[in-house]
């Protein structure tokens, strides 16, 4: 097996297996998260659903949609780039290889908007029912943002790598 694939493997296992134990701190314990206002407590960039006096919460529910999402958005990404770099031919030309990484770039960004999506737009509304509060409007803001982002370094891709 090249030496490459088996780094990479490894590397991604590891992160797979953190990203794992960090979404069951999630789902399970309550110590990253505050239920008075249903969100994340300070430091965790997590999208939160931002409640206000009166508001019903299903923080369990909300919780673990949350670590589910983490936990698709690094199982994507390492099955994607494992499964990339196994199915590679072995030796590539430069041509080969360019075409090769502009293809697996755009696979992998089209793939990490899926969880990303769940993540930051108003699907995640099912587990509160407004009272006080309004819908935040900078978690649409914040998703476009991301979307362009993954957009531009995709077509970047195709333009850059020769």
């Known amino acids: 097996m090249n ?10 296992s590891i ?26 407590k300070t430091g965790i960039n997590i999208p939160g659903l931002e409640a206000k006096e009166g ?15 983490i936990i698709g ?5 390492a099955f994607i780039t494992i499964g990339g770099l196994l199915v590679a031919p072995d ?14 770039i755009t696979i992998l960004f089209a793939f990490i908007i899926i969880p990303i999506v769940f993540m930051f737009s108003d699907y995640k509304e099912k ?12 978690h649409k803001t914040i998703l476009l943002l991301l979307i362009s982002f993954l957009v531009i370094i995709s077509a970047l891709s195709w333009i850059f790598i020769s």
Not at 127 to 138: G, L
């Open 55 to 69: 508001d019903e919460v299903d923080h369990k529910g909300f919780k673990r949609f949350m670590g589910l999402n």
């Open 3 to 12: 030496p490459e694939i088996l780094y990479t493997t490894i590397i991604m």
């Open 91 to 104: 030796p590539m030309t430069a041509a080969q290889e360019a075409i090769w990484s502009k293809i697996f």
């Open 73 to 77: 958005l690094i199982a994507v990404t």
């Open 15 to 40: 992160v797979f297996v953190a990203a794992l134990a960090f979404s069951i701190a999630i789902i399970k314990t309550d110590w990253l998260y505050d239920k008075d206002a249903a969100r994340w």
């Open 127 to 138: 587990y509160i029912k407004r009272v006080n509060s309004k819908v935040p409007k900078h």
